[in-house]
Nanobody
Framework: QVQLVESGGGLVQAGGSLRLSCAAS????????MGWFRQAPGKQREFVAA????????LYADSVKGRFTISRDNAKNTVYLQMNSLKPEDTAVYYC?????????????????WGQGTQVTVSS
């Protein structure tokens, strides 16, 4: 089981940027795919971005494509989500997730370990 701790959330104005970090424990980090999901109030949790074990094959939700970038540093056991040109509709709790597979998926059920989440609020 991988333990995940997110950080970097906060309040930002529309058009601004934030970088989320997710620190992972466990020796398997460099061999597994990682993802970011988000959940807005009253809505279901949704896929945001995912990356494979090597840092390649990034996938993005259409709503964030071109604005968000997922990356990872296997030496630091950390995955990042750089969020630019933020919009009020990006407001949500953002969750980091780890998959037991090396390969990316957009399916929430493919991810078995989850962090506690970090709040991102974008004001208009």
């Amino acid at each position: 089981q991988v333990q995940l701790v997110e950080s970097g959330g906060g309040l930002v104005q529309a058009g601004g940027s934030l970088r989320l970090s997710c620190a992972a424990s466990g020796r398997t980090f460099s061999s597994i795919a990682m993802g970011w999901f988000r959940q807005a109030p009253g809505k279901q949790r949704e896929f945001v971005a995912a990356i494979d074990w090597s840092g390649g094959s990034p996938l993005y939700a259409d709503s964030v494509k071109g604005r968000f970038t997922i990356s990872r540093d296997n030496a630091k056991n950390t995955v990042y989500l750089q969020m630019n040109s933020l919009k009020p509709e990006d407001t949500a709790v953002y969750y980091c997730a780890a998959s037991p597979s090396s390969y990316v998926s957009t399916n929430m059920n493919a991810f078995r370990s989850w962090g506690q989440g970090t709040q991102v609020t974008v004001s208009s």
